[in-house]
């Protein structure tokens, strides 16, 4: 009979173990990202696609008008992201250059007062390492974008899969002594019925925060204010 680890050695495994999945996940970013992005359109989607079939449309035709608005926003996205990235990336170096500038006025408006920063946090603080960082966002999101039959693919198969979600999901769950079939109709319910209204809500919630970022990018004179909107929402 093997001894019980002890709460040290279950920690280190655990810790091990976690290590492994996130490095697991990092290697499969490549798949991985794609298939949340397909999940995460297919649950918005979703109520829209269920009130269009209780409108009377077939599902078929339901589902090929929810993917064709899928497609079209996708598109305006693709367009978006890639012309704001191109003009971005060539107007970079100017704005380095004069956040660097602004970086320095600052800098000299302190001493001028009697606030000295050490030479060391100087070196730490790079200002322009923000706009590194920007642009390597929305790299990965235009890499994510060229993915976009493998995401559409993606998204028909779980919409067209999404109607007996939920019959599946209880017959799963009845065949086990623990969760009677009337409690797992129950449970697979209240688990769909949250799940979209948290998306939904999350949804609503971001495109709120993007409108509300664009228009005071807008308002202060902020470059590409609607890229900066859309990155707000999609993050």
């Known amino acids: ?11 280190i495994v655990v810790s091990a173990a976690l290590v492994i999945v996130i490095a697991g996940m990092k290697y499969a970013a490549p798949l991985l990202v794609p298939f949340l992005l397909s999940a995460f359109i ?5 109520p ?10 077939p ?13 079209f926003v996708g598109v305006g996205l693709t367009f978006l992201i890639g012309s704001s990235l191109t003009d971005f990336s060539r107007t970079l170096p100017e704005y380095q250059q004069k956040i660097t500038a602004e970086w320095g006025e600052m800098l000299h408006w302190l001493d001028d007062h009697g606030i000295s920063i050490a030479d060391s946090i100087k070196e730490i603080v790079d200002p322009t390492a ?14 994510v974008l060229t993915n976009s ?14 109607a ?39 949804t609503l919630i971001s495109m709120m925060t993007g409108v509300l970022i664009a228009i005071a990018m807008w308002l202060i004179g902020v470059d590409y ?4 909107g859309v990155l707000a929402f999609m993050l």
């Not at 297919?42 to 979703?46: D, E, G, H, K, L």
């Not at 829209?48 to 449309?57: D, H, R, V, Y």
């Not at 923000?130 to 235009?142: E, K, N, P, R």
Request: glycine share 6%; aromatic share 8%; hydrophobic share 55%.
């Open 149 to 162: 039959f493998l995401i559409i693919l993606t998204v028909v198969f779980i919409l067209s899969e999404a």
């Open 59 to 71: 599902k078929g035709l339901s589902l090929t008008l929810v993917m064709l608005l899928v497609v």
């Open 1 to 11: 009979m093997t001894q019980s680890l002890s709460p040290a050695s279950r920690a």
């Open 42 to 46: 297919a649950v918005i989607c979703f």
């Open 164 to 202: 007996g979600f939920t019959q599946k999901f209880t017959s799963v769950n009845s065949t086990g002594a623990e969760l009677p079939r009337p409690d797992a109709q129950v449970l697979s319910h209240v688990f769909v019925t949250k799940l979209r209204s948290y998306m939904s809500m999350k």
């Open 225 to 228: 204010p609607v890229l900066w």
């Open 130 to 143: 923000a706009l590194g960082l920007v642009s390597s966002i929305l790299i990965g999101f235009g890499s």
């Open 48 to 57: 829209l696609m269920s009130l269009l079939q209780q409108k009377g449309l």
